[in-house]
């Protein structure tokens, strides 16, 4: 089903593949664009990294109510692919993992409409999930998204520090991981120190996974990575490795030049190489590491099972386009 990584899926195949029919299912009843775009989404998914970690996650506790637990996969991996479709739109991106976007397949009215409808189902299941502080899990995550992409769409033109880009991406994709870890345990009645361990793992996953993008973004091959490289930088939205290109930069205009928008094609390359050849794509790389170091350790302090291998697993699989 998913290639050389299937290990860390195989505990949770079958609420996977019911989780698959019901995204298919989520545009049933509304406008046909509705259906068309969530075939289009859903029809292909992507990884479902997310809605593995939460039925995983759900694993280490007594009560393992797999509908309740499925309404939660289901309201975290739509907020994820609402988000997805509002950011295509705010990047005027064409490609998401080699397919067109909704906006370029539409129009970006139509992005902003099936993004919203998609943020709307995702509140209806989380709004009949027994425990109202797995229903805040939700909002707070909607909330934290909100805020990492405002503040990455009014940041001032020039470089943040690199603690103002871990808080970024902590809002954007970490506060999505964490909320897919902690929330299921909770729903799971899991003991109180365990549900503090899946959230921090949760978290150090997710900076793990974002550095690991970044990196890709300026150091991957294109068919792999299912996105245009150097997108971030053509937007002029800094990241971890054009940070620490920057620090070891003699060029005191680089940072300047890295956050300019409207760059050319030949300005873009010849970042690209600047960046690639200033070791902080290398150091970006350990970074990421780091971070997966710290997923693995809070993994430590969970009951030995099936399922924590799994998690491990899939912390070595987000950082291992990286090693």
Same mark, same amino acid.
């Given at each position: 089903?998913?290639?050389? =990584?299937?290990?860390? #899926? ?13 995204? /298919? ?6 406008? !046909? ?7 289009? /989404? ?22 393992? +109510?797999?509908?309740?637990?499925? *309404? ?25 993992? *080699?397919?067109?976007? $909704? ?10 409409? $099936?993004?919203? #409808? ?13 425990? !109202?502080?797995? %229903? ?8 934290? @998204?909100?805020?990492?992409?405002? *503040? ?6 020039? @470089? ?25 345990? /909770? /729903?799971?009645?899991? =003991?109180? =120190?365990?549900?503090? &361990? ?20 300026? &150091? ?53 190489? %600047?960046?690639? +050849? ?5 150091? &970006? ?10 997923? &693995? ?6 009951? +030995?099972? !099936? ?17």
């Amino acid at each position: 089903m998913r290639g050389a =990584e299937r290990s860390f #899926y195989a505990p949770v195949e079958a609420q996977l593949g019911e989780l698959q029919r019901r995204l /298919l299912d989520v545009g049933t009843g509304g406008h !046909p664009t509705f259906a068309a775009a969530v075939h289009h /989404l859903f029809g292909s998914p992507g990884k479902l990294l997310r809605p593995t970690l939460v039925f995983l996650s759900a694993r280490f506790g007594p009560a393992n +109510d797999r509908e309740v637990v499925l *309404n939660l996969a289901q309201s975290l991996e739509l907020v994820h692919t609402a988000s997805l479709v509002h950011d295509d739109i705010v990047d005027d991106a064409a490609l998401r993992r *080699n397919v067109p976007t $909704v906006n370029a397949t539409w129009d970006d009215d139509v992005a902003l409409i $099936v993004g919203d #409808y998609l943020f709307a189902k995702a509140y209806s299941l989380a709004a009949v999930l027994p425990k !109202p502080e797995v %229903i805040a899990i939700v909002a707070q995550t909607v909330f934290a @998204l909100c805020d990492g992409e405002l *503040n990455e769409v009014k940041a001032t033109r020039a @470089l943040p520090s690199e603690a103002k880009y871990m808080e970024r991406i902590e809002l954007k994709t970490a506060s999505l991981y964490a909320a897919c870890c902690q929330g299921a345990a /909770l /729903l799971a009645d899991a =003991e109180p =120190e365990h549900v503090a &361990a899946l959230g921090a793992y949760g978290t150090s996953l997710g900076l793990a996974f974002q550095i690991t993008d970044d990196v890709l973004d300026v &150091a991957g091959d294109e068919a792999d990575f299912g996105k245009i490289v150097g997108r971030d930088l053509a937007l002029g939205v800094p990241t971890l490795p054009m940070i620490y290109a920057v620090e070891t930069a003699g060029d005191p205009t680089l940072g300047a030049r890295i956050v300019a928008p409207d760059k050319s094609a030949a300005e873009v390359r010849e970042l690209l190489r %600047i960046i690639r +050849d200033s070791g902080g794509v290398e150091r &970006a790389r350990a970074r990421a590491l780091s971070f997966h170091d710290a997923a &693995a350790a809070a993994l430590d302090s969970l009951p +030995d099972r !099936p399922e924590r291998e799994a998690l491990r697993d899939i912390a070595d699989f987000v950082v291992r386009r990286v090693r």
